[in-house]
């Protein structure tokens, strides 16, 4: 098999994240935070919640709403994957932080 990028599987996700972006009526706060409610839902790692997390901030997503979104899904998908999601998200607070730490000593 012969890709046109060293990256194809990341060029892949991108595409699908772009073409569902373009696909979906949701104001992007929404999008973000159904999209978290995703995550949390598939048992997702960190690095997943630290695709998204940044991108929810930017849109305006408070903590509270992060928050509301792991109380409105826990009786569907349960107390176990809902501590699991709330430990990475903060993990991935944590690498959003790290890399905006990174970046601003890189600068200065």
Do not use: W
Not at 54 to 73: E, R, S, W, Y
């Amino acid at each position: 098999m012969s890709t046109a990028s060293d990256t194809p599987v990341l060029d892949t996700l991108a595409a699908m994240t772009v073409d569902s972006i373009e696909r979906c009526g949701l104001a992007p706060d929404m999008l973000l935070l159904t999209r978290i409610a995703a995550l949390a839902a598939s048992d997702a790692p960190p690095i997943s919640y630290a695709a998204h997390i940044d991108p929810a901030l930017k849109t305006g997503v408070t903590t509270d709403q992060l928050q509301d979104v792991l109380v409105a899904i826990a009786p569907i998908v349960g107390t176990a994957r809902v501590m699991t999601a709330a430990g990475n998200i903060a993990a991935a607070l944590g690498i959003a932080i790290a890399v905006a730490d990174a970046q601003i000593s890189a600068q200065g």
